[in-house]
């Protein structure tokens, strides 16, 4: 859209809208962290959840940027198309779920707002799911998250390691571009990022199952873990970044459907996908900063208004949350922008394909040690 419409060249629109997402991850995070768990006295975003995924993301990441590198344009595009109708289609799914479970619950609630005799008064029921056993969950309550201040919602530990693993990632992807493609260095600094990420997500994942740590924000299910569970969660933290990398997106748009399958509810999915994509995406931002592909005045706009969109965006629907009293309607929002993107990211990506095609363009698979970007 930046290439369309403001007119930037391909290498500055993409890394123009990593500052965006940075700008607009930011902002939500910052929102997010002065917030607690509708239901849970723990903070809306899920650190032990993160610290388990987001070194696999980054990692994901990076292997999916040389998948960007070496697939033609076409199979990018239609696999941009198939994964996103896939998955809005999924999230809807997942959305009108979740509704028809909010109205059962609001239902019950309303009948013993009957029998205790309080029929008249309107009732203040606001279900949140906790996973697959919510239906189950009879007479939880949920109120408005209260704001508590932004230290003490941190969890510095969590917080310290995935600091660690962004630095780690940051020294190994700026060496890396100062060293030639292919060449014994490359490879080295590019198979190093695997001890990095797996050693964090390892150290997490045994915690977890020894129940020294939890996911908190599964409630009980968060706190009795099998390797397989684990498993499922690091890989799906893999494919986010594939995928992210591979399209050139923000991992939210992948991880958010993902933590909705996993159990994770909406407002902690959406919480905890945007701290995850914020360590993402200021990772890419300082990496196009030293190679200078972008002009600093335009990226500082663009975060502005990225972050203030962001912010008032995050208002509203919080506010709309607590109106309906639904928090599937975040479900509903993520799944509508997931199709947007298809329909113009994928109708973007066909008009290109048309281009090449008239223009009897080369659409085969790259040479990676040959490519020029």
Not at 6 to 27: H, L, Q, R, W
Not at 236 to 261: D, Q, R, T
Request: net charge neutral; proline share 4%; hydrophobic share 50%.
């Amino acid at each position: 859209m930046l290439s369309l419409i403001v007119g930037f060249d391909p290498k500055s629109s993409t890394a123009m809208s990593k500052c965006m997402i940075m700008g607009a991850a930011g902002s939500t995070v910052y929102f997010n962290l002065k917030l607690r768990h509708p239901i849970l006295d723990v903070p809306l975003i899920d650190y032990d959840l993160a610290v388990l995924i987001q070194p696999m993301l980054m990692l994901g990441i990076s292997i999916g940027v040389i998948f960007n590198v070496i697939f033609p344009d076409w199979m990018v595009t239609i696999l941009l198309i198939v994964l996103f109708l896939g998955s809005s289609t999924k999230a809807f799914m997942k959305g009108v779920d979740t509704w028809k479970k909010e109205t059962v619950l609001k239902k019950d609630a309303y009948k013993r707002l009957v029998t205790n005799g309080g029929g008249s008064e309107e009732v203040e029921y606001r279900s949140l799911p906790l996973g697959p056993s919510d239906i189950d969950r009879k007479g939880v309550e949920m109120t408005a998250e209260s704001e508590v201040p932004v230290l003490q919602n941190v969890s510095w530990k969590e917080l310290g390691l995935l600091v660690f693993v962004w630095v780690l990632f940051l020294v190994l992807q700026v060496t890396k571009n100062h060293t030639a493609t292919c060449s014994t260095w490359y490879w080295i600094l590019n198979f190093l990022q695997i001890p990095v990420s797996v050693a964090v997500t390892l150290h997490e994942a045994i915690s977890l199952y020894k129940g020294e740590r939890v996911i908190a924000s599964r409630g009980d299910e968060g706190t009795n873990w099998k390797v397989s569970q684990l498993f499922v969660f690091c890989l799906s933290g893999i494919i986010a970044g594939i995928v992210g990398g591979l399209l050139g997106l923000g991992g939210g748009f992948i991880l958010g459907p993902l933590f909705l399958e996993l159990g994770i509810p909406p407002q902690v999915s959406s919480a905890t996908a945007t701290f995850a994509m914020t360590f993402s995406s200021s990772l890419s931002v300082v990496e196009y900063y030293l190679l200078n592909r972008f002009p600093v005045p335009y990226a500082v706009y663009f975060i502005f208004v990225a972050t203030v969109a962001a912010f008032v965006g995050q208002h509203v629907v919080r506010r709309l949350v607590i109106l309906i009293g639904r928090a599937s309607l975040i479900i509903f929002i993520l799944a509508s922008m997931i199709f947007i993107s298809a329909i113009s990211l994928g109708g973007v990506g066909i008009v290109n394909m048309i281009k090449k095609i008239e223009d009897n363009d080369y659409m085969g698979f790259e040479n990676l040690c040959r490519y020029q970007a």
